[in-house]
């Protein structure tokens, strides 16, 4: 029997070019949304934000202003690379406006019902070949593309906060996700300026896999009394050259976003070591979440900010 193997060959090596990436949508005009929008705009890509609360897209678009301002003058960018940047941001309140999207990522709160909904709702405004991301710091990306009609076309796109500055971009592959929108997904991070870190689909991925549990360990100290909130954040600060203390940082990243995620590694591996502090807990039930409410960890409505316990 003849088998013409060069042919053969030559199937099997296929290659399908990746979608090209022109136009960006993003859902959610808080902090990481408003960070994704300005590096998309400012790599020349018309960007669409879609929110609920229309003061929420003013005051992202205020927010967006504000910092590229601060890198004009650090001579990040000019001021013309501003002034064209701003110029490619549009807003809306209806996902209608995704219409002629090429990429849409979700930047919602981290709870999975919500994003859950935000999908479902999404999927009839998109065109066939749009891709789809979330932002999720810790979510499944293959549940959550299972809601979607692209599971094939959708992926985790993890964002570091905040996003203008810091370098790294998480890629995570849902176990539907195909080679062209990985690799269309690898090649607008590059576009970005961003480096890309490719982890696989478990809970929290790399980073918040690691940097959560070191938080909550320090709410455990806090908790047991080992130290007090100063004494656990210079401890570190000085002790192993962190640039923020674990419960500065906590404030930071919102005590709500460490307790979701403690939660996801907590149902998702059930193992102890994640169980999430009790102490987390009750500053989450008071709505004490950190710099974004005024009050976690520290009091942001004194100067310098004071601890709360």
Not at 30 to 40: D, E, L, W
């Amino acid at each position: 029997m003849n088998v013409d193997v060069k042919s053969n060959v030559g199937l099997a090596h296929i290659v399908t070019e990746p979608p090209e990436i022109r136009t960006v949508g993003v859902i959610g005009a808080g902090q990481m949304g408003n960070g994704i929008a300005h590096v998309c705009a400012l790599a020349g890509l018309p960007v669409t934000i879609v929110d609920i609360k229309p003061e929420a897209l003013t005051k992202a678009m205020d927010i967006m202003a504000r910092n590229m301002d601060r890198q004009v003058k650090r001579s990040v960018v000019t001021s013309d690379q501003r002034d064209e940047a701003l110029a490619l941001v549009k807003t809306s309140t209806d996902y209608a406006a995704f219409k002629d999207a090429d990429f849409v990522i979700e930047a919602a709160t981290e709870k999975e019902d919500l994003k859950r909904l935000v999908f479902k709702s999404l999927m009839p405004n998109l065109k066939p070949s749009c891709m789809v991301a979330s932002n999720t710091s810790s979510i499944s990306i293959t549940r959550l593309g299972a809601v979607t009609d692209r599971p094939e076309k959708f992926i985790g796109m993890h964002f570091m906060n905040p996003v203008p500055v810091m370098k790294l971009v998480e890629i995570i592959r849902g176990i539907a996700t195909d080679e062209p929108t990985f690799q269309a997904v690898k090649a607008l991070a590059h576009r970005l300026g961003k480096v890309s870190s490719v982890a696989e689909d478990f809970p929290a991925f790399i980073v918040n896999r690691i940097l959560v549990p070191m938080i909550n360990e320090a709410v455990f100290a806090l908790y047991e009394g080992v130290g007090s909130v100063s004494a656990i954040d210079d401890a570190m600060k000085l002790g192993a050259n962190h640039p923020m203390g674990p419960l500065e940082l906590a404030d930071f990243i919102g005590l709500d976003t460490c307790l979701s995620i403690m939660q996801v590694l907590y149902e998702g591996l059930s193992d102890s070591k994640y169980r999430p502090c009790p102490l987390l807990v009750k500053y989450v039930e008071a709505g004490w979440y950190g710099r974004k409410t005024g009050r976690g960890f520290y009091d942001y409505t004194q100067t310098p900010p004071r601890p709360t316990r």
